[in-house]
């Protein structure tokens, strides 16, 4: 979830579903939002768009949504325009929402607060080659090491997973050229 209020929504969702539901979120306090008066159902494997921009998709997940969109922000005063999206779910994925976006907008920054090596990153990246969707992906999350312990903060700016570390990626990844986009099927769902 990428606040405790998701947090909430989705312990709800969780509570009447039928089947096992792994929820991960991170240690420390929230990001301090309001809590929603009632509680909804999140439907399961359905992301939310949060911002809309036309240079750039940046997919992020969990605590790493906020980071995201201050970065979002600070590539606004640059010149350019990125669609931040919550993901949500790492399993299963918003493939349509997913697949249409990325055509869109040519290029895709995925974020997580997790190891690199078969995580969200990698299932983007399954999903888009599954499709014949090429273009440009940059995975930021945690690299194959030992993670020593510390305030959340620090780990997040030590692994690039804060808005700083954020920006960078995306400005890196802005200025690959656009490789052409190939769509095998124009109906993702």
């Known amino acids: 979830p990428k606040d405790e209020d998701e947090l909430r929504h989705m312990l709800y969702t969780a509570m009447d579903h039928p089947g096992p539901i792994a929820m991960r979120y991170p240690r420390g306090q929230g990001v301090g939002v309001k809590f929603s008066s009632t509680l909804h159902r999140v ?4 992301a939310e768009v949060l911002r809309e921009g036309e ?11 906020y980071p995201a969109l201050a970065a979002a922000e600070e590539l606004e005063k640059r010149g ?3 669609t931040v999206v919550n993901a949500r779910f790492v399993k299963p994925l918003d493939d349509n929402l997913i697949l249409t976006l990325a055509a869109r907008r040519g290029r895709v920054l995925t974020v997580e607060e ?17 499709r014949g969707l090429l273009v440009p992906v940059k995975r930021l999350g945690i690299p194959d090491v030992f993670v020593e312990q510390g305030a959340p903060a620090l780990l997040r700016e030590k692994y690039g997973l804060d808005a700083k570390g954020i920006l960078k ?12 986009k190939k769509v095998v099927w124009a109906n993702f769902s």
């Open 169 to 180: 990626g995306a400005l890196e990844l802005l200025e690959q050229p656009a490789r052409p």
């Open 80 to 82: 350019y325009q990125a």
């Open 55 to 65: 240079d750039l998709l940046i997919l992020a997940i969990g605590a790493t949504v």
């Open 114 to 130: 997790n190891v690199l090596q078969g995580g969200f990153g990698s299932a983007v990246l399954e999903l888009l080659m599954d």
């Open 43 to 46: 439907p399961i494997g359905k």
